[in-house]
């Protein structure tokens, strides 16, 4: 059984950073593609950030280029550097084998944590 365990939000005032981790287990994560996703009140679940081992890719939505930073050892981590009130959401992160062109869709993705929430206010 695939099982994801997401951790590491809070929060924090605008420009400040926060590190999210992923926990994955029952595979291993040279052989899916990891995305973190967020979800705002009112608004739909957007891809954020995803990452893929065997295809040595990486992925960035523009409203977090240049912000935010993915990365895996033996779990994914996302880093948020300059956070805004607009990234406040709650983050999840997910496995799956999507196809490339649609690598953000939440509709590639068949596991799921349980999300984190993030708080960017003063």
């Known amino acids: 059984e695939v099982q994801l365990q997401a951790s590491g939000g809070g929060l924090v005032k605008p420009g400040g950073s926060l590190r999210l981790s992923c926990v994955v287990s029952?595979?291993?994560?040279?052989?899916?593609?990891i995305g973190w996703f967020r979800q705002a009140p009112g608004k739909e679940r957007e891809g954020v950030s995803v990452i893929s081992r065997r295809e040595s890719s990486t992925f960035y939505a523009d409203s977090v280029k240049g912000r935010f930073t993915i990365s895996s050892d033996d779990a994914v981590h996302l880093q948020m550097n300059n956070l805004r009130p607009e990234d406040t959401a709650v983050y999840y992160c997910?496995?799956?084998?999507?196809?490339?062109?649609?690598?953000?869709?939440?509709?590639?993705?068949?596991?799921w944590g349980q999300g984190t929430q993030v708080t960017v206010s003063s």
């Open positions: 029952g595979i291993t994560l040279d052989d899916v593609t």
């Open positions: 997910a496995a799956g084998r999507p196809i490339l062109s649609a690598i953000s869709s939440p509709l590639g993705y068949g596991n």
